[in-house]
């Protein structure tokens, strides 16, 4: 519960400075802002829950992939975490957005910002018990900068998409869902390679796989540079409504 708490104030101080700095025409109505966070809540985070438990059991049972292997971890990370978490914060975006008055770039940056609000918010206060990774978690909120980046291209595809340019719709919309979903993945697997290093230096009396350990490292470095470029770029064009 302090977690979520915790993770609440931080998200919203990642996101509230540059809404705040937007003009007033270009703000959701509290009713409507609420009732997006609450679809990343049920839409996204439950939604992506019953998914995954679904897939697991297929993985498991169906497939007879071991859940202690490196395979089941990678398909957890890639499939089951950035793959549907990530479709399903941008069906609860996606239907907010069909509400939202106006749909300039604007909405679609911040409502998505809101769905993935929504998931973040629930899935530290159940997953996260704290820690290290919980901290960490709670101060980089990912997720949302993850949806502002797909809210982004996926405004650019329907610009694209008004003036006919196939060629920069297909492009958009594969960056669209192709760079949160692979980030996603990368992430959560970076996190198991960071535990597996762990606990070999722990079990080995003091070696250590510093490729399993400085690889994600490196890659966890490199997105918070992500996360920071993302927030300021959201914050700029905020500001330059």
Known sequence: MIMGILTAIIMALWILPAYLK???????????????????????????????????????NVLNIPQDGL?????????????????????????????????????????????????????????????????????????????????????????????NDSKTMKKELALAFAVPILMHGCCDFSTTLIGNAANLLQSSMGTIDLIGLMLPLIYMIALIIFTVITEIRFYRYCKSL
Not at 36 to 45: D, E, Q, Y
Not at 83 to 103: N, P, V, Y
Not at 108 to 126: H, K, N, R, S
């Open 22 to 60: 937007a003009p007033k025409d270009y703000r959701l109505d509290k009713k409507f802002i609420i009732k997006t966070i609450l679809m990343g809540l049920v839409v996204g985070f439950i939604g992506a829950f019953i998914l995954q438990i679904i897939l697991g059991s297929i993985f498991i």
């Open 71 to 163: 395979l089941y971890e990678f398909l957890k990370a890639f499939i089951m975490f950035g793959l549907i978490e990530e479709l399903m914060k941008f069906s609860a975006g996606s239907f907010s957005l069909k509400k939202s008055q106006f749909q300039s770039k604007f909405d679609y940056m911040f409502i998505f910002a809101l769905a993935a609000f929504g998931f973040t918010l629930l899935e530290t206060t159940i997953a996260s018990s704290g820690g290290l990774a919980g901290i960490f978690r709670a101060f980089f909120p990912f997720h949302i900068m993850w949806q502002i980046f797909m809210g982004v291209h996926l405004y650019e595809y329907k610009v694209a998409k008004l003036n």
